[in-house]
Structures are given as structure tokens and as C-alpha cells.
């Protein structure tokens, strides 16, 4: 009773660290929105051009997750997870001795490198402490909604520091004294024992992983998504920037309202998907994401300014909800593996496609063309969810793993 006792406390601290890992990193990622266009002003460049310190973080998150993702395996949670927070840690803090663009960009890749690591690592984690792809689901709910905090929280620091005319790269500084923090933590933190895999293992599930439909699957689910969601975090504020004619009033606030509704329905997406089948849910919400991104371009910027922050409560359930799904499909020894591919497409999504909106607006003249795009996302998602909905092709794999 003692050691019960005791496994569970330790897996209720291990959650509490892997939300406040998500919640702090996603200061740093999610504010890319309100610094890029400090970026435009500074240096004067194109969309296409700033985006890159969107893109490089992406870039290191996504070439980590595929060729170190395997670490979580046979090196284990633990130390995967410590040796990416010290990277993050390093990298961030070194944003308050430099001003150069191409440093911060090149210091983003590598803080993407790291997160790529300890993200990994505590993907696995989670797995490893779920009793079911089920119960899964819903704590992988329950940490995007702390990421969803941190995506708040984020933009509010570069706010305030700008307003009390201190630069946005402060931002950085102070996520790299949250991560030392976290690092110290989860080495006083005792860990649930796994298996460890040899390399030789590791790296032919990694391969497997890749060639596996059932995980391609959800990682081309998971493209679309982030292909939405990028468009939002990315380009609203570029969108509305200057927008003063009917719902002007929204503007300002359009991304705040977008996260803490994406944050709140993930917290509320944990309780739901609990207790209603999931396949449905994801059915309606990528329905309302269609809506929402539909009724923007209709209505124009000031039906943007309402209906795309709106899009948050339907976007909050998908990405935690595929995630966990493509993950649980397989042994908890290969959970390392499995993420690291998810984490893969996840960031090549996050570059491509805010890449492809800022090229499309910078030829058309206007970001409008760029929303066009991630509309097509929206629509592409919403029909593969109706079609999931209706056959539910994973049902026999998951029970499986159950």
C-alpha cells in the first residue's frame, strides 16, 4: 500500500512537471505573433524573412524529434528530458547578450533542438504513467492546456515589456530561469523505471514508426491542424494590424481571446473526451474550424476579428486528441520512437505552412491570401474527420494496445 502510495504521488508530481515543461516553453514558441511584426520594424523585413524566427525553431524542434527521438527510448525518459532542458536553458539565457538577427535565429534553432528533446522525453512519459489510451488522451489534454497557458502568458511578458520600453528578447531570458528551475526539479524527481531499448532496437521501431500507416495517418491529421493553428498565431496579428472599421475593437485583443479559449476548451477537451467517444468530437470541432476560417473570409476583418479567435475553442481538442491516439497505437517501449515521428511532421507543418501563407500574401499584396490557404486546410481536416468518424479505422489497433 506504502509503494502504491508512493508510485502515485510521484506520477502526480512527474504531470505537475511535465504541464509547467509545456507551459514554459510555449511562452517562448506561441509569442512569435506579437514579436514579428518588432521584427519587420527593427530589421525591415518581409513576412517571409521574419517568419524565420518562427521557422527556426520549428526547423530544430522537427530534425530533433526524428533523429534524437529515439534517446527517450535508450537513454531514457530522464535524461533525455534533463539534457534538453540544459540546451533550452543555455540557448534562451544567451538571448540577453546579443542583438544581432541571425544570432537569435540561430539561438532559436538550437532552443528547438532542445525542445525537441525533453518534449520527446516527456511524450513517452506520459505513456508510460497511462493505464489506457483512453485515460491517455485526456492528460494529454490536460498538458496542451498548460502549453495553452503558457501560449497566454507568452504574449502578455512581450506586452508588458514593451510597453515598459524593454526589448521583447527578455522574454527568453526569463523562460531560460523558469527552465533551470525545472531542470534542478526533475533531477530531485524519481522516475518511473522502463525498459530501455539498445540503439539497434531504438532505431529500427523509429523506422517502423515512419513506415507505419496507422501513425502516418495521424500525422497528416496533425499537419492540417497545425497548418490552421500556425495561420492564427503567426499572421492574425498581422491580418488585423491597423484594422479599424466595424469589431475594431476585437483586434487588439483577437490573439489573448484566441488562446485562452484554445487553453480552456483543452482543460475542458480533458474531462469530455473521458466520457464521449472521440472520434465525434474531433467530427464537429474541425466543423467548427471550417466555419470560423469560412465566415472570416466572407465577412472580412471585422467578422476575422470575431470568428478566428473564436476558432481556438474548436481547435483546443485536436492536436492533444490525434497526438495521444498515433502515440497509443503502440507498445509503451516504442512510445519514444512514435512521438518523435508525430513531433516530426508537427514542425515541418509549423514551417511549411506559415511559410506558404507568407509567400502567397507577400505575392498577392495582402494576408487575406494567405487565410485562402489555411481555409483549404480547414476543409481537407474537417472531411478526413467526418470519414474518421464514421469508420473508425484505429479502433481495432488501440484496443489492441489496451
Request: aromatic share 12%; net charge positive.
Amino acid at each position: 500500500m506504502t509503494n502504491e502510495k508512493g508510485a502515485a504521488a510521484s506520477h502526480g508530481l512527474i504531470k505537475l512537471m511535465t504541464f509547467l515543461m509545456f507551459m514554459m516553453f510555449a511562452m517562448t514558441t506561441d509569442a512569435v505573433g506579437v514579436i514579428i511584426p518588432e521584427i519587420i520594424r527593427t530589421y525591415g523585413l518581409d513576412l517571409k524573412a521574419a517568419g524565420a524566427f518562427h521557422y527556426a525553431t520549428m526547423s530544430g524542434i522537427a530534425l530533433s524529434a526524428l533523429f534524437l527521438g529515439f534517446l527517450a527510448d535508450s537513454l531514457g525518459r530522464k535524461a533525455t528530458i534533463v539534457l534538453g532542458l540544459a540546451v533550452f536553458a543555455g540557448a534562451t539565457l544567451a538571448f540577453g547578450v546579443t542583438r544581432e538577427f541571425p544570432v537569435f535565429v540561430g539561438l532559436l534553432f538550437v532552443s528547438g533542438v532542445a525542445i525537441g528533446l525533453f518534449k520527446t522525453g516527456a511524450l513517452a512519459l506520459i505513456g508510460d504513467i497511462s493505464g489506457s489510451a483512453r485515460e491517455h488522451t485526456s492528460t494529454m489534454n490536460a498538458v496542451e492546456g498548460f502549453f495553452g497557458v503558457g501560449a497566454i502568458i507568452g504574449p502578455a511578458i512581450v506586452a508588458a515589456l514593451l510597453a515598459g520600453g524593454i526589448a521583447w528578447k527578455w522574454l527568453y531570458v526569463i523562460a531560460g530561469g523558469l527552465c533551470l528551475a525545472l531542470m534542478v526539479a526533475a533531477l530531485a524527481v524519481r522516475y518511473p523505471t522502463a525498459r530501455r531499448a539498445s540503439e539497434k532496437v531504438t532505431v529500427r521501431a523509429l523506422v517502423g514508426a515512419i513506415r507505419d500507416p496507422h501513425l502516418l495517418g495521424f500525422s497528416f491529421a496533425i499537419m492540417l491542424y497545425v497548418g490552421v493553428e500556425t495561420a492564427i498565431y503567426v499572421w492574425m496579428p498581422t491580418l488585423l494590424a491597423g484594422y479599424a472599421g466595424p469589431g475594431a475593437v476585437l483586434a487588439p485583443a483577437a490573439l489573448p481571446i484566441f488562446f485562452v479559449l484554445r487553453a480552456s476548451g483543452r482543460f475542458f477537451g480533458a474531462w469530455l473526451l473521458s466520457r464521449m467517444d472521440w472520434t465525434a468530437v474531433l467530427a464537429v470541432c474541425t466543423g467548427g474550424i471550417l466555419a470560423c476560417f469560412g465566415g472570416a473570409l466572407i465577412g472580412g476583418r471585422g467578422s476575422a476579428a470575431l470568428l478566428l479567435p473564436l476558432s481556438g475553442f474548436f481547435m483546443s481538442v485536436l492536436y492533444p486528441t490525434l497526438n495521444s491516439k498515433g502515440i497509443s497505437g503502440f507498445p509503451k517501449a516504442e512510445h519514444g520512437a512514435a512521438a518523435g515521428v508525430i513531433l516530426f511532421f508537427t514542425c515541418v507543418s509549423a514551417v511549411l505552412s506559415p511559410l506558404a501563407m507568407g509567400a502567397v500574401s507577400d505575392l498577392f499584396g495582402d494576408p487575406v491570401f494567405g487565410f485562402g490557404l489555411a481555409c483549404v486546410f480547414a476543409a481537407v481536416l474537417a472531411t478526413g474527420a467526418v470519414w474518421n468518424w464514421r469508420t473508425d479505422p484505429a479502433a481495432a489497433r488501440l484496443s489492441l494496445q489496451d
